[in-house]
């Protein structure tokens, strides 16, 4: 972890920058992604008619390509950001997001342009895909490069952020499908929130433009191949990283699917999914800050433990009540609840993740690391529950996945505790 440095008035403006600069790049990433997982149904319609029963797997195959291709990006991106700045970093990252966010927002549908509506729109999630690789580890490397102490509290806003966007999205879904018709929803309702999602990139610019490059970056000698650094020399570190982040990704994924399978296997209306959203939306906006406080005295990897024993304890038990309920009330309460586990485990992440890796190749680790972690064991999520459901027929069936990840999330931070003694 970066040293804890006396935390004078310039110190913690320049902090608070951070966190409003970090925070916005996080909320156009997530809102972007939280909005086009929660119209599948919705964007299957428009872009997959002919499909049949395999439209919603298209929809989401289009989506897994996002999360295909972040590796790369953060290959990429997390590498320039160490070998020039980090600032130069964040603002490619969200100049290509917009272009990404506005590819989506304006892409003809199948009723125009026949297949090439899926092919642009293919293009708009792998545009967003790649920057997003660079975008998390990059933003969380500034914050924590920035902040003169209370490292995991600053790094926890990067989660905050996500709640926000979680928060917005299902807002907007529960609008939508409220007060438009079915036809004004289809025709150009889902776009709505795309355009509004662009609003956000030119403040994120003027306020990344007038960053300062963090002290310790400049202080260190740079690797003229930081990514061939990391393979070489912390590939343990970066396979357990990347086990860690299980339980964060598919409890965010697991919430996002909810729209989707209320609606296509409960007959439960959208709208309430979207009110779950919004309840875990202010579960993280409220509890990331100060499981990150907590996350400071105690240490990250604790509390995540116990956050991964509570996602396996309660996976069967949320999602059968679901099923068997089949009500409004049952959704929130199973959405709610993995919003609380989500918090708890993800707003300690960025900050044990920061402290895995030395400043040389903090953003290309910390990038290579959650993006890899993110693909395999959350991006492809919505795709795979899709496909178990459908060769299972079990409704059960999401809960067995969850519960296998959060294994995956426990080996990885018996590893983190053990072998690179982080508390």
Known sequence: MTATVQATPERLAAARKAVISSSIGAALEWFDIIVYASFAVVITENF????????????????ATTYLIRPLGGMILGSYADRTSRKSALTLTLLLMMVGTLLMAVAPTYAMVGIWGGVIILLSRLIQGFSAGGEFGTATTFLIETAPHRKMFYASWQVGAQGVSMLLASAFGFGLNTWLSEQDLYDWGWRVPFFVGLLIGP?????????????????????????AAVFREHAGRLLAGSAVIGVATISVYMILYMPTFAVANLDIPPTAAYLGGIVSGLITIVGSPYVGRLADRVGPARIMTW????????????????????????????????????????????????????????????????????????????????????????LNAPSLYYMAIAVISLVGLYFVRTRYAQR
Do not use: C, H
Not at 341 to 354: E, N, Q, R
Not at 358 to 386: F, Q
């Open 307 to 394: 956050a991964a024993i509570a996602a396996l304890v309660l996976a069967w038990p949320v999602f059968q009540l679901i099923v068997t309920l089949r009500s409004v009330a049952a959704l929130v309460v199973a959405i709610a609840l993995l919003g609380v586990v989500m918090v708890f485990y993800f707003a300690p992440l960025p900050g044990l993740l920061s402290s895995m890796f030395p400043a040389d190749v903090r953003g290309t680790g910390l990038s290579v690391t959650y993006n890899v972690g993110v693909t395999v064991l959350g991006g492809i999520a919505p795709l795979v529950l899709t496909w178990l459901l459908n060769i299972t027929g079990s």
């Open 203 to 227: 403040v994120g610019l003027y306020i990344r433009a007038r960053l300062a490059e963090p002290e310790e970056l400049g202080s260190t000698e740079r690797r003229k191949s930081p990514l």
């Open 48 to 63: 997959f008619p002919d499909a049949g029963e395999y439209g919603l797997i298209y929809t989401f195959a289009t989506f």
